[in-house]
């Protein structure tokens, strides 16, 4: 990511993360009529203890000094999470992990790894890469998702298939809160990983060809664990609902284990059962 792309990105995120808050939730009084939703700017710098103009100029993306104990008050005046503070830093210090960025090759899955893939039977599991690339996954989930397989190596990226294959998006009953998830993770990723130019290229890509993706990417959700309740309509089990598990897998791959419980108390479970048969 080069800097300008990276100053537009921080730019983008303090602007959609001003908009979510409101003067009460931070203490503030109400005040005169308010044009947009959100808090001002003026209020945000009030609130880090930084000058109108500091805070203006690092909203506007300007290339500016910014000190971690002073991005750590305008992260407490915005209510960031860990995960939001995390990619704040990442875009305002140009900091990264420096893990795998010249690793061009899909990730390689261990044979104790396939094991836990197989033992997670009525468990549809998949395996991604930081890019969101599926690397892995069990029968459960190609009965429940798609049949990856058939897929060519090259598009079984997560997020482009949300995007452009009708089956998941007619699975998902909450397709939209479903994949803003899946992009909440892939935000955390593009801040972790903010040297490696893939992201930019792959988002411009996306936002080109998918409104729906520019305008779910426009909300800057970061989270690498984003709690979400997936309600599936099955074209042969209809309803089935799960819980979702997603595991950090230790190792240099930076690989991720997403893995959907059949909800307890339900019937999911049992339909699971038939449909792999």
């Known amino acids: 990511m080069n800097s300008q792309t990276r100053l537009q990105a921080l730019s ?71 995960d939001e503070r995390k990619y704040l830093f990442s875009l305002a210090l140009e900091t990264t992990s420096g893990a795998g960025i010249h690793r061009e090759e899909l990730p390689q899955i261990n044979p104790s790894l396939r094991i836990i893939l197989q033992e997670l039977t009525y468990c549809p599991t998949i395996i991604s890469d930081r890019k969101c690339h599926i690397v892995g996954w069990n029968e459960a989930a190609a009965h429940v998702f798609l049949d990856f397989e058939l897929i060519p190596p090259e598009e079984r990226n997560m997020i482009r298939l949300l995007f452009t294959r009708k089956e998941l998006q007619r699975l998902a009953v909450n397709w939209e809160q479903f994949a803003s998830g899946f992009l909440a993770i892939f935000r955390a990723y593009y801040g972790q990983y903010v040297e490696d130019e893939w992201y930019e290229e792959f988002v411009e890509e996306m936002k080109a060809t998918h409104p729906d993706f520019n305008r779910l990417w426009e909300q800057s959700k970061v989270s690498s664990a984003p709690e979400v309740l997936p309600e599936f309509r099955h074209a042969k089990a209809r309803k089935m609902l799960f819980q979702l598990t997603s595991l950090q897998v230790h190792g240099d791959a930076d690989l991720r284990c997403s893995i959907y419980t059949p909800a307890p108390g339900t019937s999911t479970r049992s339909k699971l059962e038939q449909l792999m048969r």
């Not at 690092?58 to 104990?69: F, M, P, T, Y």
């Open 12 to 82: 983008q995120f303090l602007k959609a993360q001003r908009a979510k808050l409101t003067p009460q939730s931070v203490g503030l009084p109400e005040g005169s009529r308010r044009r947009t939703p959100g808090l001002r700017r003026e209020e945000v710098a009030q609130l880090a203890g930084v000058s109108h103009t500091w805070y203006t100029w690092l909203e506007q993306g300007r290339d500016i000094k910014a000190s971690s104990s002073v991005l750590d008050n305008v992260a407490k005046a915005l209510q960031l999470t860990v």
